[in-house]
T-cell receptor, first 113, second 115 residues
Framework: AQTVTQSQPEMSVQEAETVTLSCTYDTSESDYYLFWYKQPPSRQMILVIRQEAYKQQNATENRFSVNFQKAAKSFSLKISDSQLGDAAMYFCAYIPNNNDMRFGAGTRLTVKP | DTGVSQDPRHKITKRGQNVTFRCDPISEHNRLYWYRQTLGQGPEFLTYFQNEAQLEKSRLLSDRFSAERPKGSFSTLEIQRTEQGDSAMYLC?????????????FGEGSRLTVL
């Protein structure tokens, strides 16, 4: 079975500080994709960042970066210079070989002004 | 707007009634997914289509649930004889099989409340 685990139900960060959200996954596949999605309250899920498993280089999108450790099956999200608009549920997701996407339970991020 | 659209956004129904949700994917996307999300949880996979073919169904999709995508464009998700446990947000997403990144594009969801 392929599962995604987010061990932090809630996280809090001070505005302008850095926070890291954790994610581990379980798979027997060698080729897959990993994602972080953001879901603001009562709003739709939007993609934050993606990582292809065959790429060793960690993905970066502006203030968002990942630490991808393939052997450890770990995929953490770092948010730098946190902003009030970053407050949301963050979901780690995994998709093997272009099949269906599986999600973790999510981490609720609060940003304190 | 060329995003994924879902209708209705909210549905309140009495236990035992049937409900139907509609999803219109991004026009050039040939894959369409249905997920269920309960409060404080991540989306749970229900089923997905490639064009009009339903390729995978989760065990979560009981006999009371049926999904269709008759012409490979919009899709409907019907729940028959609703139960209180069906109360959830039903999310639709689409993607392009040719797209190498696997990203799903989500609609805003249809929230179901069963009284």
């Amino acid at each position: 079975a392929q599962t995604v685990t987010q061990s932090q139900p809630e996280m809090s960060v001070q505005e302008a500080e850095t926070v890291t959200l954790s994610c581990t996954y379980d798979t027997s596949e060698s080729d897959y994709y990993l994602f972080w999605y953001k879901q603001p309250p009562s709003r739709q899920m939007i993609l934050v960042i993606r990582q292809e498993a065959y790429k060793q280089q960690n993905a970066t999108e502006n203030r968002f970066s990942v630490n991808f450790q393939k052997a450890a099956k770990s995929f953490s999200l770092k948010i730098s210079d946190s902003q009030l608009g970053d407050a949301a549920m963050y979901f780690c997701a995994y998709i093997p070989n272009n099949n269906d996407m599986r999600f973790g339970a999510g981490t609720r991020l609060t940003v304190k002004p | 707007d060329t995003g994924v659209s879902q209708d209705p956004r909210h549905k309140i129904t009495k236990r035992g009634q049937n409900v139907t949700f509609r999803c219109d994917p991004i026009s050039e996307h040939n894959r369409l997914y249905w997920y269920r999300q309960t409060l404080g949880q991540g989306p749970e996979f229900l089923t997905y289509f490639q064009n009009e073919a339903q390729l995978e169904k989760s065990r979560l999709l009981s006999d009371r649930f049926s999904a269709e995508r008759p012409k490979g464009s919009f899709s409907t998700l019907e729940i028959q004889r609703t139960e209180q446990g069906d109360s959830a947000m039903y999310l639709c997403a689409s993607s392009s099989f040719r797209q190498s990144t696997g990203e799903l594009f989500f609609g805003e969801g249809s929230r179901l409340t069963v009284l």
